[in-house]
Nanobody
Framework: VQLVESGGGLVQPGGSLRLSCAAS????????IGWFRQAPGKEREFVAG????????SYTDSVKGRFTVSRDSAETTVYLQMYSLKSEDTAVYYC?????????????????WGQGTQVTVSS
């Protein structure tokens, strides 16, 4: 089981990025997927989540209306589309997965993690 994130980079405030989380060795159909981020000196925080079997989503308040989680039809990739990015969105972003009937919002609720991808919002 392996998760690989991609799509990070440097973007100006107000810009957009789409992060991808690709599964290797399994498909997402039974999993809950979480996106987390960690800024320097801060704890890892829940950003958004997606439960594959139901299509249900969850977002932390600070990203509601700006970030959207989606999936591909092959059940191997989850996306985090980020709009109207702010400097405070700067962090390393991680995707995580767990077989679960709900979307955990705590990092400890996830079994598998990707390596992270850096997102920097700066002018």
């Amino acid at each position: 089981v392996q998760l690989v994130e991609s799509g990070g980079g440097l973007v100006q405030p107000g810009g957009s990025l789409r992060l991808s989380c690709a599964a290797s060795g399994f498909i997402f159909s039974s999993y809950a997927i979480g996106w987390f981020r960690q800024a320097p000196g801060k704890e890892r925080e829940f950003v958004a989540g997606f439960r594959w079997s139901t299509g249900s989503t969850s977002y932390t308040d600070s990203v509601k209306g700006r970030f959207t989680v989606s999936r591909d039809s092959a059940e191997t990739t989850v996306y985090l589309q980020m709009y109207s990015l702010k400097s405070e969105d700067t962090a390393v972003y991680y995707c995580a997965a767990v077989i679960s009937p709900r979307i955990p919002v705590s990092a400890s609720g996830y079994a598998y993690w990707g390596q992270g991808t850096q997102v920097t919002v700066s002018s």
